[in-house]
């Protein structure tokens, strides 16, 4: 199994920008799509993006697509999640994810990944 690390959270003001890390133990970490994902207080859990094993592939919740850029480095562990444009409605803890299951599609639940972050807090003022 793997255990994931996350850093990079923080207080920024609308329209700026923050890029989360998500460092991943063990030798397998390439053999693990990643995902991120997303909650704020008395909402359910929501997808953000998610990348393939290899990174040639990503996809995005449409809260975030054009703003956001997810990306990894299979060869330092390491997953990203870079968010330009911020806005309020982005304030929530964010969690990096690892799904081991091989799919030939990503997968949206969180139930369906396998590995959690502690998760960052990420607040963005107006």
């Known amino acids: 199994q793997v255990q994931l690390v996350e850093s990079g959270g923080g207080l920024v003001q609308a329209g700026g920008s923050l890029r989360l890390s998500c460092a991943a133990s063990?030798?397998?970490?390439?053999?693990?799509?990643m995902g991120w994902f997303r909650q704020t207080p008395g909402k359910e859990r929501e997808f953000v993006a998610s990348i393939t094993r290899s990174g040639d592939s990503t996809y995005y919740a449409d809260s975030v697509k054009g703003r956001f850029t997810v990306s990894r480095d299979n060869a330092r562990n390491t997953v990203y999640l870079q968010m330009n444009s911020l806005k309020p409605e982005d304030t929530a803890v964010y969690y990096c994810?690892?799904?081991?299951?091989?799919?030939?599609?990503?997968?949206?639940?969180?139930?369906?990944?396998?590995?959690w972050g502690q998760g960052t807090q990420v607040t963005v003022s107006s």
């Open positions: 063990g030798r397998t970490f390439s053999t693990y799509a």
């Open positions: 994810a690892a799904d081991a299951y091989y799919r030939s599609y990503t997968s949206y639940r969180p139930s369906e990944y396998d590995y």
